[in-house]
């Protein structure tokens, strides 16, 4: 596959879980958010996958938009990933619900919109 196919699979991985996130966060307070479990494990993963993708994203790519935090985006994952018992469910909160929607917004230009006639 060729660099380009593949950043664009990764950054469809990136938007995907990030939208995920904010599907799930919608109408949730942080107070919410602490009394559930299987939501804080939820939003972790979907970061830990944005976190993986944008690991995997070209170094030409991430130097052409330099506006996306990936060094940022690569050590929050590593913290779930590795350093687990260190995760500060406000902090997560904060990333789920003010870092997320502006991933979101940087990604979506990024990508050509999804044609709904050409999945069967």
Known sequence: MPPENRDA???????????TIQEFTIGVSLEDDLL?????????RAIEIIGEAARLVSLELKAQHPEILWRQIVA??????HDYGEIKQDRIWLVA????????????????PVDPSSNP
């Open 36 to 44: 559930d479990r299987k939501l804080q494990l939820a939003v972790e």
């Open 97 to 112: 619900t003010k870092r997320i929607p502006e991933l979101v917004a940087q990604l979506q230009p990024l990508l050509p």
């Open 9 to 19: 699979a990764y950054l469809w991985d990136m938007l995907d879980a990030a939208r």
């Open 76 to 81: 929050q994952r590593n913290v779930l990933a």
